[in-house]
């Protein structure tokens, strides 16, 4: 499967926007972009997804580079409450396939 | 809909004895998988269920554990006997394809936090 490297840590300011940032440099054509967060004590949850095109949802916002070596997840305004581990995912869009799960990202907002 | 439900929350056992976890996914969900997390090993997928019938289960650590599904609203993964190295938290996740948006997102339930003494 191929990899996708995160930073393992970041920072943020309340009410700023955030730009977690993912490498995919082995990403093959199938592959969907996902990306998951898992708030303190809880369960991991979806958050975005996208093949070529940049996305928007309620959530977030996912920027993927033209050559899809990589992609940013913009939260536009930081709250308390996005402080989690957010996780980029690759994986072809069938029913029932795993998420491998990486390291991830630390989010830190501060107040 | 409730969400997926998992229980018990909490369980601290001692080793040696049998630990059974318990997983309600959401109706209408077709795929169900069981993950453990750890500090060490991170997130990873132990099993998972299509239609009630176990597709993948190459993550099982070994032969100490085993899971079923009976019927489409109830799943169990059982560990016996337990060790304190499967001290962790174990999540339960269901999903379908949506046909719509292309995906099959994966719901998590809060999880199982194991502790074996």
């Known amino acids: 499967d191929a990899k996708t490297t995160q930073p393992n840590s970041m920072e943020s300011n309340e009410e700023e926007p955030v730009h977690l940032p993912c490498n995919h440099s082995t990403i093959s054509g199938t592959d969907y972009i996902h990306w998951y967060r898992q708030l303190p004590s809880q369960g991991p949850e979806y958050v975005i997804h996208?093949?070529?095109s940049n996305v928007n949802n309620r959530m977030a916002s996912l920027a993927i580079a033209e050559d899809r070596k990589s992609s940013t997840l913009i939260l536009h305004r930081a709250t308390l409450r996005d402080a989690a581990v957010y996780y980029c995912?690759?994986?072809?869009?069938?029913?029932?396939?795993?998420?491998?799960f990486g390291g991830g990202t630390r989010l830190m907002v501060k107040p | 809909d409730a969400g997926v439900i998992q229980s018990p929350r909490h369980e601290v056992t001692e080793m040696g004895q049998e630990v059974t976890l318990r997983c309600k996914p959401i109706?209408?969900?077709?795929?169900l998988f069981w993950y453990r997390q750890t500090m060490m090993r991170g997130l990873e997928l132990l099993i998972y269920?299509?239609?009630?019938?176990?597709?993948?289960d190459s993550g099982m650590p070994e032969d100490r554990f085993s899971a079923k599904m009976p019927n489409a609203s109830f799943s169990t993964l059982k560990i016996q006997p337990s060790e304190p190295r499967d001290s962790a938290v174990y999540f339960c996740?269901?999903?379908?394809?949506?046909?719509?948006?292309?995906?099959?997102?994966?719901?998590f339930g809060p999880g199982t936090r194991l502790t074996v003494l």
């Open positions: 995912i690759l994986r072809v869009n069938n029913a029932g396939n795993m998420l491998t």
């Open positions: 109706s209408g969900h077709d795929y």
């Open positions: 996208g093949l070529t």
């Open positions: 996740a269901s999903s379908t394809l949506d046909g719509r948006r292309l995906t099959d997102t994966q719901y």
């Open positions: 269920f299509n239609n009630n019938v176990p597709i993948d």
